[in-house]
């Protein structure tokens, strides 16, 4: 024990029963002498732990009740002290006047002025020619004044005004003074002004003092250690390794740190995220605890408040509300609110090409949530150039496209505009706070009780008459959550202790840990209160602490602090910022206890990093694999043992392996057993190919393979690129759309094209359908809408133009029929349910099909196949006109195209040629037909590639370019590295 407890244990012996009060610095602090002493064996009957500030308020609670006055809160300082300074710039005056009136101003001066009244400083004190100014003591003296008659007016009082009535209630009525009790002062215990004269006027007969460890000297029982880290949260880290390697249970450890904002954190993420053996348990508590508490910011309503603010301050962007959603921060409507829930919705509004804009968010969900339902209605989402119908089930986007309507609709409906500075901001935070606000632990619902009780007082102050002036609202909601402790607690069985060096210390732990002893931390600058100088301090009163003092009182208080343990202590410091990269230097105190161990050499000092020094301090499996790693190598021997424990890294590695061999294996693409199987396209069972697939086939087996055997989709995201509206298959379906009515209306009409006769008629078709797209897809912006508009009028423009002149060689005979599919919106004789068997060659057969945007019989009495196409013509004015197998859409058609026609029209039908007419912008009307003589190799093309299935080799790509527009490119990892390494054993 300590010499505090043993002098407090000797008075509980000699005094067992008669009442004690204990003077504590806090009663955090005072409770965990009397549970020291308790552990120790003592008795501590009717002793009671008192802090200065707790007696006042005892003693002067009958005059306040009297007086109906209450406490003054710190949210009340600041109101307070901003009513004062604007009642002052009233009667003029120009010194203090001249600082910027901001919250932290107005905090500063509340706190001066309650430190002139805890010193017992009145405004006639405040003498003017004390101050370097004297019309700045004039106009503090005025500050002093108007203070206390704001408090006088509201029926207030701080801490000066509780302990003056204390005082005069003792003065007034002797009776009031405690009698047999005996008060037990600590020496260390600091005490100021009114303070001071309160309790030697109380407690001056009963008064005992408690002699405490010098700060001098250390005692023997004391061992110390020292380390320094390349970063805090190395730091942190190694205090809990050294935890580990001594076998300390964590209610033998406290950690104290010298600056709370930074180490709190860490401790509180290592332990959330490594160490809370419930996690997932939702109220579970983790095994530590903070005597100063977790700033709010951690909860999730300290989260969704902080993100709530900035969405409206930045102008409402997509991507912060997304973060909202798929952080589980906002209360979901039903059906949502489990796993996974959020997070759909926050996909669901990723789609939308919002941007940013409070007025875009209904119009643009309403707008989607609509064509989802006209597209269910359908069926049909698209048709690719390819004739490839893409189905999908829309149920699912539909309930959640509601989900997230019905949430954004509540969520702006609370939500006020950034010019909003009324009181109806904080009211609204309340509603948020209230109901749309996710809250799932202890930690969630404490911090929301918490700012609803700050925002009720704030709401106090408003409707007191006075109002709230110069108060921001906007940034006093902003900074609720970092400036609201939560969960501030003694320390707990079965839990490490962290505290703060101002207060902490008092466990009586046998490990105590004391982080962050840096020269930039400890004790850092001692920053002169701008409103009152140390000069002007020590000329108005000697109970006024400077700056200087408050120096000199930390490094006394962390001698104090040392003295005090018997167990093991351990001093740290960062000696490297891992953020800014530079070098971080220890304090004078840190150095002065290392000077003083003469067994520890200073250059020597163990460094802590990211990997712990042996398997045994590590804090987790990341760790010891690390600290392995780090042994090995990163040899070999160490992947194999990852593999060993984890079987999916091992398949991983196994892979890796085997594709770095110079064998073809099964995970170059080759799958055993697939001939003759459910999936071969030349059994009778076999799936039915289309152009596209065979396509697919021959510009990547592998993506053959991905697509029409495993069948994996990419994700059905509503991906749109704010820059455009409308991707390239929903322009390409919009274009067919109105080329088929067109060609069709004149086709009923018998008539033939003509630009002049037929421009506004193949407009208005256009601005149909334009019209129909919009509502189904809401384009980003107008300029966007306006810009592709103007694009899809230039190619309907070229489409009307090039007909007319192509027409007088041919007339089209068949629009979008359907071979081996289901008749589009209007059937054709061509069409047909049943696909059409293809000999590609001797035995091999497979049964095709495709839609064929066209069919034209051509002057000589054949037929001409024609496909539009949106895109680029580059890549079909190839020498080789099947590029590999890439293109093989005009040799199968003319084949499928051929059988057709024979069976509706008669053996005689002959296909003419197949073209591709190109009415983009970019190619400007162009058109590429083969006769069937230049394709005549095409299907022997498609043979070899239906070997390749059959055979079951599905080998990558060897050419990177095929990747760029692939739907599987997130199923290949590293496209460059499998490409290689498809040529190389292609080779
Ligand atoms: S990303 Fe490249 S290698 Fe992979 S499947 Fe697609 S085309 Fe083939």
């Known amino acids: 024990m300590n010499r505090l407890l043993e002098a407090l244990a000797e008075i509980c012996r000699k005094h067992p029963l008669r009442e004690k009060w204990l003077l504590a610095p806090n009663a955090r602090a005072g409770h965990q002498w009397l549970e020291a002493l308790a552990r120790s064996g003592t008795g501590v009957v009717n002793l009671h732990v008192k802090t200065v500030r707790g007696l006042a308020r005892d003693l002067a609670a009958p005059r306040m009740r009297a007086l109906r006055i209450s406490l003054l809160s710190k949210l009340g300082q600041s109101i307070v002290a901003q009513r004062v300074w604007e009642r002052s710039a009233r009667t003029g005056g120009g010194y203090l006047r001249n600082l910027t009136p901001t919250p932290r101003l107005f905090d500063r001066l509340a706190s001066t002025l309650i430190e002139l009244r805890r010193a017992g400083l009145?405004?006639?004190?405040?003498?003017?020619?004390?101050?370097?100014?004297?019309?700045?003591?004039?106009?503090?003296?005025?500050?002093?004044?108007?203070?206390?008659?704001?408090?006088?007016?509201?029926?207030?009082?701080?801490?000066?005004?509780?302990?003056?009535?204390?005082?005069?209630?003792?003065?007034?009525?002797?009776?009031?003074?405690?009698?047999?009790?005996?008060?037990?002062?600590?020496?260390?215990?600091?005490?100021?002004?009114?303070?001071?004269?309160?309790?030697?006027?109380?407690?001056?007969?009963?008064?005992?003092?408690?002699?405490?460890?010098?700060?001098?000297?250390?005692?023997?029982?004391?061992?110390?250690?020292?380390?320094?880290?390349?970063?805090?949260?190395?730091?942190?880290?190694?205090?809990?390794?050294?935890?580990?390697?001594?076998?300390?249970?964590?209610?033998?450890?406290?950690?104290?740190?010298?600056?709370?904002?930074?180490?709190?954190?860490?401790?509180?993420?290592?332990?959330?995220?490594?160490?809370?053996?419930?996690?997932?348990?939702?109220?579970?508590?983790?095994?530590?605890?903070?005597?100063?508490?977790?700033?709010?910011?951690?909860?999730?309503?300290?989260?969704?408040?902080?993100?709530?603010?900035?969405?409206?301050?930045?102008?409402?962007?997509?991507?912060?509300?997304?973060?909202?959603?798929?952080?589980?921060?906002?209360?979901?409507?039903?059906?949502?609110?489990?796993?996974?829930?959020?997070?759909?919705?926050?996909?669901?509004?990723?789609?939308?090409?919002?941007?940013?804009?409070?007025?875009?968010?209904?119009?643009?969900?309403?707008?989607?949530?609509?064509?989802?339902?006209?597209?269910?209605?359908?069926?049909?989402?698209?048709?690719?150039?390819?004739?490839?119908?893409?189905?999908?089930?829309?149920?699912?986007?539909?309930?959640?496209?509601?989900?997230?309507?019905?949430?954004?609709?509540?969520?702006?409906?609370?939500?006020?505009?950034?010019?909003?500075?009324?009181?109806?901001?904080?009211?609204?935070?309340?509603?948020?706070?209230?109901?749309?606000?996710?809250?799932?632990?202890?930690?969630?619902?404490?911090?929301?009780?918490?700012?609803?009780?700050?925002?009720?007082?704030?709401?106090?102050?408003?409707?007191?008459?006075?109002?709230?002036?110069?108060?921001?609202?906007?940034?006093?909601?902003?900074?609720?959550?970092?400036?609201?402790?939560?969960?501030?607690?003694?320390?707990?069985?079965?839990?490490?202790?962290?505290?703060?060096?101002?207060?902490?210390?008092?466990?009586?732990?046998?490990?105590?840990?004391?982080?962050?002893?840096?020269?930039?931390?400890?004790?850092?600058?001692?920053?002169?209160?701008?409103?009152?100088?140390?000069?002007?301090?020590?000329?108005?009163?000697?109970?006024?602490?400077?700056?200087?003092?408050?120096?000199?009182?930390?490094?006394?208080?962390?001698?104090?602090?040392?003295?005090?343990?018997?167990?093991?202590?351990?001093?740290?410091?960062?000696?490297?910022?891992?953020?800014?990269?530079?070098?971080?230097?220890?304090?004078?105190?840190?150095?002065?206890?290392?000077?003083?161990?003469?067994?520890?050499?200073?250059?020597?000092?163990?460094?802590?990093?990211?990997?712990?020094?042996?398997?045994?301090?590590?804090?987790?499996?990341?760790?010891?694999?690390?600290?392995r790693l780090g042994e090995s190598g990163g040899s070999l021997s160490a992947l194999g043992s990852v593999a060993a424990c984890h079987p999916h890294l091992g398949q991983g590695l196994l892979a890796r392996l085997a594709r770095d061999s110079d064998r073809f294996t099964a995970f170059d693409g080759r799958i055993a057993g697939f001939e003759g199987g459910p999936d071969d396209p030349t059994t009778q069972a076999g799936p039915t190919l289309s152009a596209s697939a065979l396509q697919t086939a021959g510009r990547c087996p592998l993506a053959y393979f991905f697509k029409h055997v495993l069948r994996i989709e990419p994700p059905d995201d509503f991906e749109e690129d704010p820059t455009r509206w409308l991707d390239s298959l929903e322009f390409g379906s919009l274009l067919h759309e109105v080329f088929h009515r067109f060609i069709s209306e004149l086709l009923q009409r018998s008539e033939k094209p003509k630009r002049d006769l037929h421009w506004d008629l193949l407009q208005e078709i256009l601005r149909g359908a334009v019209k129909r797209y919009r509502e189904e897809i809401p384009p980003p912006s107008e300029s966007v809408f306006s810009d592709r508009l103007r694009e899809l009028e230039r190619a309907a423009h070229v489409f009307l133009v090039e007909e007319e002149v192509f027409g007088r060689t041919g007339s089209p005979v068949f629009l979008e029929a359907s071979v081996g599919m289901r008749s589009g919106a209007i059937p054709t004789a061509l069409d047909s349910l049943e696909p059409v068997r293809l000999e590609l060659e001797e035995g091999v057969e497979i049964r095709a099909r495709g839609r064929i945007d066209r069919v034209d019989l051509t002057s000589s009495g054949r037929y001409a196949i024609w496909d539009y196409k949106t895109g680029g013509a580059k890549r079909f004015g190839n020498k080789d006109p099947f590029l590999q197998g890439r293109l093989l859409q005009h040799a199968l058609y003319i084949d499928l195209v051929r059988e057709r026609l024979r069976e509706i029209i008669g053996p005689d039908a002959e296909v003419e040629s197949f073209g591709y007419f190109f009415p983009g912008a970019q190619e400007h009307g162009e058109r590429i037909s083969w006769t069937p003589e230049k394709l005549q190799d095409g299907l022997g093309v498609a043979s070899k590639l239906l070997r390749l299935i059959t055979g079951g080799s599905f080998v990558p790509t060897e050419n990177r370019q095929d990747c760029e527009f692939c739907d599987h490119r997130a199923c290949c990892g590293d496209l460059d590295l499998t490409t290689s390494q498809s040529d190389r054993k292609l080779k």
């Open 122 to 627: 009145s405004p006639a004190d405040l003498i003017p020619e004390r101050f370097e100014a004297p019309i700045k003591g004039r106009e503090l003296g005025m500050l002093l004044g108007l203070w206390i008659e704001e408090l006088d007016r509201i029926r207030r009082t701080d801490h000066g005004g509780v302990l003056a009535l204390a005082l005069e209630r003792l003065r007034t009525d002797p009776d009031a003074a405690p009698g047999a009790v005996v008060a037990l002062l600590p020496e260390d215990l600091e005490l100021q002004g009114l303070e001071k004269e309160l309790l030697t006027t109380v407690l001056a007969e009963n008064l005992i003092k408690l002699p405490v460890d010098s700060p001098d000297s250390l005692p023997d029982s004391l061992h110390l250690s020292f380390f320094h880290a390349h970063g805090e949260i190395n730091e942190a880290r190694e205090a809990l390794r050294r935890c580990l390697e001594a076998g300390a249970p964590l209610d033998r450890v406290e950690i104290v740190a010298s600056d709370k904002e930074s180490y709190v954190p860490i401790l509180h993420e290592l332990f959330e995220s490594r160490f809370w053996p419930a996690r997932g348990e939702e109220n579970a508590s983790p095994p530590i605890t903070f005597a100063d508490g977790i700033p709010a910011s951690y909860s999730r309503p300290g989260k969704a408040l902080t993100l709530w603010l900035e969405w409206i301050r930045e102008g409402f962007p997509q991507a912060l509300l997304v973060r909202m959603l798929e952080d589980g921060l906002i209360r979901c409507p039903e059906g949502f609110e489990g796993p996974g829930g959020p997070a759909r919705l926050g996909r669901c509004l990723r789609g939308l090409a919002i941007g940013r804009g409070r007025e875009r968010y209904l119009p643009l969900i309403e707008g989607r949530l609509a064509a989802l339902k006209r597209r269910a209605e359908r069926q049909v989402l698209a048709c690719d150039d390819e004739g490839e119908v893409h189905r999908r089930d829309e149920s699912r986007f539909i309930a959640e496209m509601e989900a997230l309507s019905s949430l954004v609709g509540r969520l702006l409906d609370l939500t006020p505009p950034l010019t909003e500075t009324t009181f109806c901001v904080v009211e609204r935070a309340r509603d948020f706070l209230e109901t749309a606000v996710s809250s799932r632990n202890e930690l969630d619902n404490f911090a929301r009780r918490e700012f609803l009780e700050e925002i009720e007082e704030l709401n106090g102050w408003f409707q007191d008459g006075s109002g709230l002036p110069d108060l921001d609202l906007w940034d006093w909601l902003a900074g609720l959550p970092e400036r609201t402790p939560l969960l501030g607690s003694r320390p707990r069985e079965g839990a490490l202790h962290v505290s703060s060096l101002a207060g902490g210390g008092h466990s009586g732990r046998e490990h105590i840990y004391i982080l962050g002893l840096d020269d930039t931390r400890f004790p850092g600058v001692g920053l002169q209160d701008p409103l009152l100088l140390d000069g002007e301090r020590r000329r108005l009163s000697p109970e006024l602490p400077t700056a200087r003092d408050h120096l000199e009182r930390k490094v006394e208080n962390f001698r104090y602090l040392l003295a005090r343990q018997r167990g093991r202590v351990t001093l740290s410091y960062t000696s490297r910022s891992v953020v800014e990269d530079r070098e971080m230097f220890p304090s004078s105190a840190f150095g002065e206890q290392l000077e003083g161990c003469s067994d520890v050499d200073p250059e020597r000092l163990p460094l802590a990093s990211f990997t712990p020094s042996s398997a045994e301090r590590a804090l987790h499996l990341g760790e010891w694999w690390l600290w």
